[in-house]
């Protein structure tokens, strides 16, 4: 019989890849930091990917990510 069956390491190997691919999907890419010491509410909006910093101005005071315009430079 010629049957094409995946063999267990092959297996093992591509549920890894598709668990692996799975988790990097599933992380958030922006983290929001509030800043809680300002007498205006806004928040930090970090993008883990690649660096860039953006400030949010939020009119209500909540750790929102409304209002994200101004992106900073990084040195």
Known sequence: MNQNL???P???VMGGFFIALG???A???YSVVPISTSTNPAVWK???LNGNVFL???GT???TQAGCTQK???F
């Open 23 to 25: 988790l990097y999907l």
């Open 10 to 12: 092959v297996a093992v």
């Open 46 to 48: 970090l993008d883990l």
């Open 61 to 63: 005071g909540k750790d």
């Open 6 to 8: 995946i063999t267990l």
């Open 56 to 58: 949010c101005a939020t």
């Open 27 to 29: 992380a958030p890419r």
């Open 72 to 74: 900073f430079k990084q």
